[in-house]
């Protein structure tokens, strides 16, 4: 079963460093765009940071210049850096993927968007 599994996260002072990190595990045969999420008690969730699989990043303008998103090919890895961090910024924080899966034996492949189960980041002032 093909599934995303977060990792860091906790209780960081504000202005302090962060780092998650988001593991596709699993078959697959290809992941195109991964991405994080978050969100925040009584609020919508919202888009962090994405990294598409040619290495092009988005980020949300909440984070910009402090959070840097990268991925790992070869381990099918997706990591958030988060820096100077801030109360506002605490959230449950959701790691997506866009992947490609073989359905069948003959080869046939189906997209699937996949997402995790969350890790909380709290960041105390």
């Known amino acids: 079963q093909v599934q995303l599994v977060e990792s860091g996260g906790g209780l960081v002072q504000a202005g302090g460093s962060a780092r998650l990190s988001c593991v596709v595990s699993?078959?697959?045969?290809?992941?195109?765009?991964m991405g994080w999420y978050r969100q925040a008690p009584g609020k919508e969730r919202e888009m962090v940071a994405d990294?598409?699989?040619?290495?092009?990043?988005n980020y949300g303008d909440a984070v910009k210049g402090r959070f840097t998103i990268s991925r790992d090919g070869a381990k099918n890895t997706v990591d958030l850096q988060m820096n100077n961090l801030k109360p506002e910024d605490t959230a449950v924080y959701y790691c997506?993927?866009?992947?490609?899966?073989?359905?069948?034996?003959?080869?046939?492949?189906?997209?699937?968007?996949?997402w995790g189960k969350g890790t909380l980041v709290t960041v105390s002032s």
């Open positions: 997506n993927a866009d992947v490609m899966i073989q359905v069948n034996v003959e080869g046939a492949l189906r997209n699937k968007d996949l």
């Open positions: 699993g078959s697959i045969f290809r992941i195109n765009k």
């Open positions: 990294i598409s699989s040619g290495g092009i990043t």
